[in-house]
Structure formats: structure tokens, C-alpha cells
């Protein structure tokens, strides 16, 4: 682990602009925006930050992390910071499976993710990224008697789906990770291998996301997100025990389904073909926010049109999370 400080002077104005004005960030920028992160204990920037190529986790898949969102609120000039406690908790919870430790306490982690995003100074929608791995620069795969890093790093983020318009979506190939190999619950890099697998054969295929099946046959989730169906005003979303990886978001989503819509919410086990016969069917996560599927499999969902339901939750959610709701205003912290 090396981290070499630079003389604040010696940056250019380009090299410390992290501003985007677009919704959506560039897929892929040429050279990454040289922001402010933090790494085992001291804040850096991004290019300063020097990884070995033996880093134990790159090869073996042996890290936890979290992904958060932050919403810029355009008319306020302020930048929210989403449920970000609670996704420090889960993140103990999964380093705990993987008997890591978190370097902080959730209240120090999270003022620590909000002087990273206040350095930065973003004016835009933020992803923020922790992420806690074995650091070790040595052969052998294992968790016990190793060294572990801890950094945060923040960037501009669009949408990660399409939101609007609908996905088209195909019951996955590959079977989600079970609790008794590799625990979905818990946030490990190295599940996201199985994530990869789905998201790039649904999208080589045609199709926007996968749908993912537990071993068993009954469905989990998406690639990264979690899912709900609505049928007969009655909304269904897979338990804890399916092998999801157990979503803020879906926390979220679960209360403004029963607060905002007056719906009841079963969390039950869902067969394949109730993915064809449901009247409405949404995933959701922090990247995915609330995305509304129309097609499984090439048949349709419902009418084939964004749902009713969904499209009223995802506009009771995005009003939260932008920090436009009185009554949600504890789901965030103000940035600046
Ligand atoms: C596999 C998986 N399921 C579900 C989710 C949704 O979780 P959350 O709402 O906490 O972002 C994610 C996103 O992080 C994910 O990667």
C-alpha cells in the first residue's frame, strides 16, 4: 500500500473538476476525474492511490462493500446523502460473514463519506462507493492472518438502468449464489462474478437485465437489484431467505408501499411464471432506483406499459430521495 501526497498547488484546474452537468455520467471517461477519496485513514486523491498487483482481493474476490447514492436537488443547491447509516451497517454485517472489521463506527464512517463528497464539491448525482478487502500483496487464498484496506471513493452517476421507458427482461441461465456457498446477504465482491454472468448474457442477448433464480428454482432478484410484483393489488417480493442480498432500497420501498400506496406487501417465495402473469413488476436498488420491467422473457408484463402502481412509487421515491419530501427528510443528510 503506498499513498504519496502531492502538493495541493501542483493540480490544474481540469485535473480537480469532478462537476458534470448531465443526468447521466460518461460511460466511460478517458482518464478518471482526479477526485478526493479516502484510503486507510487519510483522505488522497484518486491518482495518488497506488495498488499492488498481488492485492490479495483483486485475485480472490475477498472484499465487502457498499454502494450509495447521493441526489443533487437542482431548485435547494444541495447535494442529499442517501440512507448512507444504514448501508454501513449492512457493510459490518457482510465484513462480519467474511470476519473482517470495519475500520470506523457508522457515524464516523459516514462523516467520512461526507467530507469526501465535500471536497469533491459535487453538483450532481453521486455514487459513493466503500469498499473494505484484503490487502495483503501474497499468494494464498484465505481470510484469517491477512491485512485488510478500507477506502471510499465518490463519482458523478446517471442512471444505472433505464428507468423510464421499461426493462425487457430474461429469467437468467445462471442461478443466483446460495446462503450455503456464498451468502447472498452479505456484499462480496466476489459474488458479483454471478452478477456479471446474468447482467452480460441478458444484454448479449438482447435484453436489458436478468432476473435471477435461486437454486430451487424460485426467483431472488435482478443482477443487482431486488424485485417486486404487484397482482391483484397485492405486492410480492421474494423473502430474505431467497438468497437476495437484503436492498435498502427494498426497506425503502416497502414502507412507501404500504404508507403512500395502501397496499399490502407479502414477502413470499415467487415462481418463475408468476413473472408472466403479474399485473405490474418493478427492480429496485441504489443504482437501479425504481425500475419498472415490461417484458420477462419476451412476454409481456401487465398491459406491456409502465405500471400504475410502479410509476406512482417512483415518483413518491425520487421526490424523497431528492430531499423534496418533508416526510422523508430523515432518509437523508444534507452535504453541504
Ligand atoms: C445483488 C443485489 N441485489 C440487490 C441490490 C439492491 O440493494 P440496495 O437497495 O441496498 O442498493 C443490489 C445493489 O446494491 C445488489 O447488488
Known amino acids: 500500500m503506498r499513498h504519496v501526497a502531492r502538493p495541493e498547488a501542483t493540480y490544474t484546474r481540469a485535473e480537480m473538476s469532478v462537476e458534470t452537468k448531465s ?11 482526479n477526485t478526493w477519496v479516502y484510503y486507510d485513514g487519510e483522505f488522497g486523491r484518486y491518482h495518488d492511490i ?12 475477498t472484499g465487502v462493500f457498499e ?58 448525482d453521486v455514487y459513493i462507493r466503500p469498499l473494505l478487502f484484503t490487502a495483503s500483496e501474497e499468494i494464498g487464498v484465505r481470510l484469517h492472518n491477512i491485512a485488510h484496506s478500507f477506502l471510499i471513493y465518490a463519482i458523478p452517476f446517471g442512471n444505472y438502468v433505464e428507468i423510464e421507458g421499461g426493462l425487457r427482461c430474461m429469467v437468467s441461465t445462471w442461478r443466483r449464489v446460495p446462503d450455503q456457498s456464498l451468502p447472498a446477504r452479505a456484499k462480496i465482491t466476489g459474488s458479483y462474478a454471478q452478477s456479471a454472468l446474468a447482467k452480460s448474457e441478458a444484454n448479449e ?29 397485492t405486492v410480492v417480493t421474494p423473502p430474505v431467505t431467497d438468497d437476495i442480498l437484503e436492498g435498502i432500497t427494498r426497506t425503502l420501498i416497502i414502507g412507501l408501499i404500504k404508507d403512500e400506496l395502501g397496499l399490502p406487501v407479502v414477502e413470499r417465495s415467487i415462481d418463475r411464471t408468476e413473472l408472466y402473469t403479474c399485473d405490474e413488476l418493478l427492480l429496485c436498488g441504489t443504482g437501479a432506483q425504481v425500475a419498472p420491467v415490461i417484458e420477462v422473457d ?13 410509476q406512482e412509487l417512483q415518483n413518491i421515491y425520487f421526490g424523497a430521495v431528492r430531499g423534496e419530501t418533508p416526510k422523508y427528510k430523515d432518509w437523508t443528510i444534507p452535504v453541504y
Not at 23 to 33: I, M
Open 23 to 33: 443526468k447521466a455520467a460518461p460511460k466511460k471517461p478517458a482518464v478518471h476525474p
Open 50 to 61: 497506488k495498488l499492488g498487483l498481488m492485492t490479495h482481493a483483486l485475485h480472490y474476490g
Open 67 to 124: 454502494g450509495i447514492r447521493a441526489y443533487w436537488n437542482v431548485k435547494e443547491e444541495q447535494l442529499f446523502l442517501l440512507e448512507a447509516p444504514a448501508h454501513y451497517d449492512r457493510m459490518r454485517r457482510s465484513a462480519n460473514i467474511m470476519r473482517f472489521k470495519l475500520p470506523h463506527s457508522t457515524e464516523e464512517l459516514v462523516n467520512i463519506t461526507l467530507e469526501v463528497l465535500r471536497r469533491n464539491q459535487f453538483k450532481s
Open 205 to 233: 442477448a438482447g435484453f436489458d437485465e436478468a432476473i435471477v433464480l435461486t437454486v430451487d428454482g424460485h426467483v431472488s432478484e435482478g443482477s443487482a437489484e431486488n424485485l417486486f410484483m404487484i397482482k391483484d393489488g
Open 298 to 310: 419476451r412476454r409481456t408484463v401487465g398491459n406491456g406499459k409502465v405500471g400504475e402502481f410502479t
